[in-house]
């Protein structure tokens, strides 16, 4: 699609949309869901992309990699549009994937975001206090949902969240 849009290759590649190979250069996100990852002011800044078919023996999913425009660190998905339901309910609940976030809305749920990679950031608590003072963590209850939330309590305590941990 890009290429017909008369794209540059290192465009392509520098947005993290593609990947050099000897044969020139593939889509990253072949076979995935996409998911767009938006600031939270609402801008576009970057895709993840989670492979559906569970026999696959690639990572779940990939996001765009750093670039001048996303910093997983500083993005949390799900913010643009929750951010009013997070103040409102005075917490947010974190979750790890896009179709946690999703489902959860979907629901009713609707003061959720997640993480991108598996960890907490000092930048992600500094945009979640914008809207309140309360986490609440629900990661996957496997090793790394465990660890994310171990790191991400000592990163949310020393800015002086008020936390809880669900089961």
Do not use: C, W
């Amino acid at each position: 699609f890009l290429k017909k849009k008369q794209y540059d290759d290192a465009l392509i590649e520098k947005a993290g949309l593609a990947l050099r190979s000897n044969h020139g250069l593939y889509d990253r996100f072949r076979g995935r869901l996409m998911f767009t990852l938006r600031d939270h002011r609402g801008k576009v800044v970057g895709f993840s992309g989670r492979v559906l078919d569970p026999t696959v023996k690639e990572a779940k999913y990939i996001n765009t990699s750093e670039t001048p425009v996303y910093s997983k660190s500083n993005v949390l998905f799900g913010l643009d549009v929750t951010q009013d339901a997070i103040a409102k309910s005075n917490e947010a609940i974190l979750m790890e994937g896009e179709i946690d976030v999703i489902s959860s809305f979907q629901s009713g749920v609707a003061n959720v975001v997640a993480i991108k990679g598996a960890a907490l950031t000092e930048g992600h608590v500094h945009l979640l206090k914008r809207y309140t003072e309360r986490l609440i963590f629900a990661l996957d209850s496997d090793v790394a949902g465990d660890a994310a939330a171990r790191r991400g309590i000592d990163i949310a305590e020393r800015e002086g969240m008020d936390m809880k941990v669900a089961v």
